[in-house]
């Protein structure tokens, strides 16, 4: 525990002291395993509140902030854009799941639809590999296919 200012200690330590928690923008980002300015630009983007600098000149962020960062990150690794992510935060954990199924949804089909353009690349580039392996060398198949105009 150390004293960081009239009526602000900081919490070093286990999850259990997560809830006191006071963090400065580098440790708050070390604790959620990303950047310094990754932490900024959430803030520019009105995904992160910025607290007021205390007497120090620091500013000081709770547990909250932690957790509301890693919100965004988990979301993130669902393919969510900032902007459905914004959206998410300001929801009703009780009232929206409407809102996030249809979220999901949506989220959903465009991975489909990626998954089905790779399945073509794969398939494509494997022609290719298989081409490569069977020709004599006369000509190099891939060569050959990104010059034909069709």
Same mark, same amino acid.
Do not use: N, P, Y
């Given at each position: 525990m150390l004293t960081i200012g009239v009526g602000y200690t900081l919490y070093?330590?286990? !999850? =259990?002291?997560?809830? =006191?928690a006071i963090y400065t923008i580098g440790q708050l980002a070390r604790e959620a395993g990303v950047g310094v300015e990754t932490i900024r630009y959430y803030q520019r983007r009105r995904l992160l509140a910025v607290p007021i600098k205390r007497v120090q000149g620091f500013r000081y962020y709770g547990a909250e902030m932690l957790e509301r960062l890693r919100?965004?990150?988990?979301?993130q690794a669902l393919?969510?854009? *900032? !902007?459905?992510?914004?959206?998410? *935060?300001?929801?009703d954990r009780k009232r929206a799941c409407a809102t996030t199924r249809a979220l999901a949804a949506q989220r959903l089909v465009a991975? !489909?639809?990626k998954l089905k353009d790779l399945t073509g690349l794969r398939d494509a580039l494997s022609a290719i590999v298989q081409e490569c392996d069977h020709e004599g060398g006369s000509s190099c198949p891939l060569l050959t296919r990104l010059a034909i105009d069709r």
């Open positions: 070093l330590g286990t !999850e =259990s002291t997560m809830q =006191s919100f965004i990150r988990r979301a393919g969510l854009a *900032l !902007e459905d992510i914004r959206q998410l *935060l300001g929801l991975v !489909e639809a």
